[in-house]
């Protein structure tokens, strides 16, 4: 085996699966060999220029270049023409506002999510029908894998080193789907999100593992939506964050045939995903630091009378309960845009989910970039 | 025989790396304390620059915390610290 500057000459593909493991260049499964040739015809789907950057990374300077974008595309076993949609996640990933040293590395351990809309959907065959977050596609599987690689090989993400996930979640290996534009009863989440619905997207997410939201006894909006709520206000995962609903088509439909459009629906979650500051305290969520954060302080008393603490700011008011507190409201997230709602799933089956966001704060906001074609 | 490229950045990043200087005596330095923006890095930092104190007698502490720990450190404040400091610590404190 010799080693270059630029790559390693190895016999045959077997040895090369082994090299980089050795090397520590895989996520766990083996990766397909990225040979020079194949690295070529990644790069030539997309209008990138090798040396293009394709995502800096500011709090350790690291630029990600298309041509090493495609040769960790390649070990994900992307077919080139799924280069662009890899390239403008990373683009995505790298808008300053994402702030992804964070995501890519706290002890909360979030899946980057890829929502890809638009006709790329159709012809690379990224699935947005029956299980759609579970095995059987080669984009979905392979698309958010190719971002989990560049995480481990260029931003040096790996586990228990600068990747400090507690935990972490098996949508950490892979976590990209379509939406199911054909079973939405409203506009593509694209166009919501100021595109053109012949333009592909991606849209991206740092994610905590999915809750199943599994309804098949009403038609009501109400009743329904009631359920995404109640997952919504969960203590476990309560938060002034994001959410993402993937809203399977037989719910999808409830809502068509009574008429709610994404803006009432967005509002009526909100309104409804909350749980008292008397809950929150007795379940240890309010740390005393909040009392010093004005965005925290503001997230929790948003609702209460005069927006502030009933009593004096002492420093056992984390978990005094006081009986103003048991009429405080405080909702997931800051209001209905903080949730994002698409469509996604096989035809059968009442079974929705909800996603919350990394982070015990605010999280990163949702970033939309167009798919060059 | 068949070549597979690097993945890593590695050769992109051993050509414009360097270590700053390291600082040779700590009686009487002025000792920088980046806090990344968690709860305790503050803590922890204050923890130690009492222990250089006693084991080592340094002498000013410069102190910065970031308020967001998903960002870098403000460039102001970065030639602040390279200004002032013989070396500087920072910590998480999650």
């Known amino acids: ?373 | 025989m068949i070549r597979i490229l690097d993945p890593t950045l590695r050769t992109a990043l051993s050509s414009t790396a360097s270590r700053a200087p390291r600082a040779r005596h700590l009686a009487g330095a002025t000792i920088g304390l980046l806090a990344n923006g968690k709860s305790n890095g503050i803590m922890l930092l204050d923890r130690i620059a009492d222990v250089l104190r006693e084991r080592h007698g340094v002498g000013e502490v410069v102190r910065v915390a970031k308020t967001n720990a998903s960002v870098p450190v403000s460039d102001e404040d970065a030639e602040m610290l390279a200004k002032r400091c013989a070396a500087v610590i920072t910590a998480i404190g999650d």
């Open chain 1, 1 to 373: 085996m010799r080693t270059e500057r630029d790559g390693i000459d190895v016999d045959d593909p077997w040895e090369a699966i082994e090299v980089c493991y050795e090397r520590g260049w895989t996520d766990g499964l083996p990766v397909v060999p990225p040979t020079e040739a194949l690295v070529e015809h990644t790069l030539a789907a997309g209008p990138w220029t090798p040396d293009h950057v394709l995502l800096f990374e500011p709090v350790r300077s690291r630029a990600v270049t298309a041509e090493k974008a495609a040769i960790n595309a390649v070990m994900a076993g992307c077919r080139p023409e799924y280069f662009p949609v890899v390239g403008a996640a990373l683009t995505a990933l790298g808008d300053p506002a994402f702030e992804l040293h964070g995501p890519a590395t706290s002890t909360g351990g979030a899946a980057l999510m890829v929502i890809v809309n638009g006709p790329a959907r159709l012809h690379l065959g990224v699935n947005g029908t029956a299980n759609l977050f579970g095995p059987g596609f080669r984009a979905n599987a392979t698309i958010g894998r190719a971002l989990r690689l560049v995480l481990l090989n260029c931003l040096d993400c790996r586990p228990g080193v600068l990747d400090k996930s507690t935990q972490g979640w098996p949508g950490k290996y892979s976590l990209c789907f379509a939406e199911n534009e054909e079973a939405s009863p409203w506009e593509p989440l694209s166009v919501a999100r100021g595109f053109r619905a012949d333009q592909s997207t991606v849209t991206v997410y740092a994610a905590e593992s999915g809750h199943n939201v599994l309804s098949h006894g009403t038609r009501s909006p109400e009743r329904l939506l009631a359920l995404f709520a109640d997952a919504m206000a969960g203590l476990g995962s309560l938060s002034p964050g994001r959410s993402v609903i993937v809203v399977a088509p037989e719910h999808a439909k409830h809502l068509r045939h009574a008429g709610w459009d994404r803006a009432r629906t967005q509002a009526w979650l909100y309104e409804h995903a909350w749980r008292s500051l008397a809950d929150l305290k007795r379940a240890g969520k309010v740390e005393p630091a909040f009392f010093t954060n004005p965005k925290l302080l503001e997230w929790i008393y948003r609702d209460a009378d005069g927006g502030t603490p009933s009593g004096p700011l002492d420093p056992d008011l984390a978990e005094r309960v006081t009986a103003a507190d048991e009429v405080v409201r405080v909702h997931r997230g800051l209001g209905p845009e903080d949730i994002l709602l698409c469509v996604g799933g096989g035809e059968a089956g009442g079974h929705s989910a909800f996603f919350p966001s990394w982070s015990r704060g605010r999280s990163v906001p949702f970033v939309t970039r167009e798919v060059p074609s």
